[in-house]
């Protein structure tokens, strides 16, 4: 079934909406409550997320849409004399980590009789959920934000989706797509917004389960989980897999999970450092990292929770230790776009500062690829 995180109400799993009728959000939870990861899903000869197929939603064969996203590989580096990780999720199908989330959403559409979908994104979801609609079939449209990286709306259109650029700010852009649909007087496509669908988030939840497997099956879990955060579906996604791993008894303790984003729109760090439990809208300046430029993040009470809960904490990065993180990483054989490199940003400041020690392990997550960003490595190098 899905219900409403706000208000509690419950609907069917195939419930074609995409909120609550009181405009919360919306989470799945499966039926069974004993379903967990057996340790034999994990010796399926399934080279993508489906192998943790009975810890996501129920899907028959025919409806699975998959390029193969997932297991990604995790390698070392370092960062001020000291060993660190990172997981490097951009080199899912499309370029960056969001094809966990597309994989699942459209497959429990394309269950659902779904023929027809528009999302609203800043690049990447866009070309994700582009990508896995038309492996679907799916007819789709994309709104984007009018200053989004050429080379994102050319992956947009190469995958056949139809573009919309919307003048104004991210939330602008969500808006619009929204009373496009509400307008849709013959209901004809589905808003599959990788920000209010719960199925997405159940298809991120497969980064705990990779990093669990990867790390020895939980032997060699690392202390800290660094994740890039707009809207948040990588944190809450890492959350919720970790959570769920605990509860299977699969996990003793939750690594803490540090939840960055970028000084020029930080909604969430803001509402952190205030000690408040929800997150305000803001109005924030343009930033590098284009993919974390949310200025009203849906769930962001949920952000903050999942930080808090964790053991873990927020903190915003500056432009110029963006740039500083991209080229660092890039002279170690590391493109990728700013908005992962403030990953590496934040733990160039933990470290320099103490905040992580010499013995703990850091897990960074590292979430789209650098060949969206060549515009910008021409203006830093």
Sequence with gaps: ???????????PANAKIWKCSCKGELEYQAEDKDSILPPESLALPVHSIWRYREALPPLEDKDIVSLGEGLT????????GFPVWFKLDFLCPTGSYKDRGSSVMISCLKQMGITSVVEDSSGNAGASV???????????????????SPAKLTQIRAYGARIKAISGTRQDVAEACQRAIEEDCNRQAFYASHNWNPFFLEGMKTLAYEIFEQCEMGKLMPDWVIVPAGYGSVALGAYGGFVNLMSWGRLSKLPRLIVVQAENCAPVYQAYVRGEMQVSPIRGTKTAAEGIACSNPIRGAQILSAARDSGGFVMAVSEGEIGSAAMELAKDGIFVEPTSAVVAAALERLISGGVIGENDVALGILTGIGLKAGYYYDTII
């Design 1 to 11: 079934m899905i219900y409403c995180a706000r208000c509690g109400s419950r609907y």
């Design 73 to 80: 590989p995790i390698i070392s580096a370092r960062c001020h």
């Design 130 to 148: 582009a990508a896995y609609a038309g492996r679907a079939g799916m007819e789709c449209t994309i709104f984007v934000p009018s200053g989004t």
